[in-house]
């Protein structure tokens, strides 16, 4: 197993965000997380990376325990080099320009040349057609463009997971189409991709596994197939409005 969480918990308060959640992601896989709004995924993101401090249980990297209590900020930038993530809302640095965004990771953190971190930016904004916006600054980019740019700016540290929080959640639909493409040519080169979205179409072409979530706990964990057209759970089939029939409810 690539990730392995087990028996995580995390309050807020007296708020019960993640109730006790066990889960394995594959290497090389693509994971689609999926609930409404309020039902603890965006959290479970944030615990797999380290910007929410989890309350119990332990998250494991290759088998390597990363949930060490009393751990440093160094453990955790170390940890983000290998677990990233791109957020809904970017988080690009306003007054740099595309390529000052994507090299600054690199040369602070990894301390890699000018150069190289340069050469490793250019390819990736080709990849994604977006090499003439290398000297753009973000209020110049479409919100496809800056999800695009932010997707990049992850890649530089050359992850081995790469989380998405609802990557598409402000984008009207023509630039949803531009950052799904980009997630897509991510799995077909087999890294390991953990995707909390509403985009049910999507999640079905691109999920190896569907974890479906309500009011903080893993409800079912299935394929696409079966999650889309034959959820097991009386939560599922709701979230899904499909019909309930008795065999699930007994």
Not at 166 to 176: F, G, I, S, Y
Request: charged letters at 25%.
């Amino acid at each position: 197993m690539h990730l392995t969480i087990r028996n995580l918990k995390k309050s807020f308060h007296s708020n019960v965000v993640l109730d006790d959640i066990n889960l394995d992601i594959k290497q090389g896989e693509v994971t689609v997380i999926m609930g409404r709004s309020g039902c603890g995924k965006s959290t479970l993101l944030r615990c797999m990376n380290g910007l929410e401090q989890i309350d119990a249980g332990e998250i494991y990297l290759h088998d390597t325990l990363i949930t060490k209590r009393g751990s440093n900020d160094a453990h955790w930038v170390d940890i983000r080099k290998r677990i990233g993530m791109v957020s809904q809302s970017y988080d690009l640095f306003p007054h740099m320009n595309v390529l000052k965004n994507m090299i600054l990771g690199p040369m602070k953190v990894e301390k890699r040349s000018k150069k190289e971190a340069v050469q490793d930016a250019v390819r990736l904004l080709e990849r994604v057609g977006l090499s003439d916006k290398i000297t753009a600054y973000p209020r110049e980019l479409s919100g496809g463009q800056k999800q695009r740019v932010a997707i990049c700016r992850a890649l530089c540290m050359h992850p081995e997971i790469i989380l998405f929080d609802e990557v598409t959640a402000a984008l009207d639909p023509a630039m949803v189409r531009e950052v799904l493409d980009v997630i897509r040519s991510l799995q077909n080169q087999g890294l390991t991709l953990i995707v909390v979205t509403h985009e049910m179409e999507f999640a079905e072409k691109v999920a190896d596994q569907i974890v479906f979530m309500d009011n903080g706990k893993i409800v079912e964990i299935s394929t696409p197939r079966q999650f889309f057209y034959s959820p097991q759970t009386v939560e599922a089939r709701r979230f899904l409005n499909l019909p309930i029939d008795d065999a699930i409810l007994k």
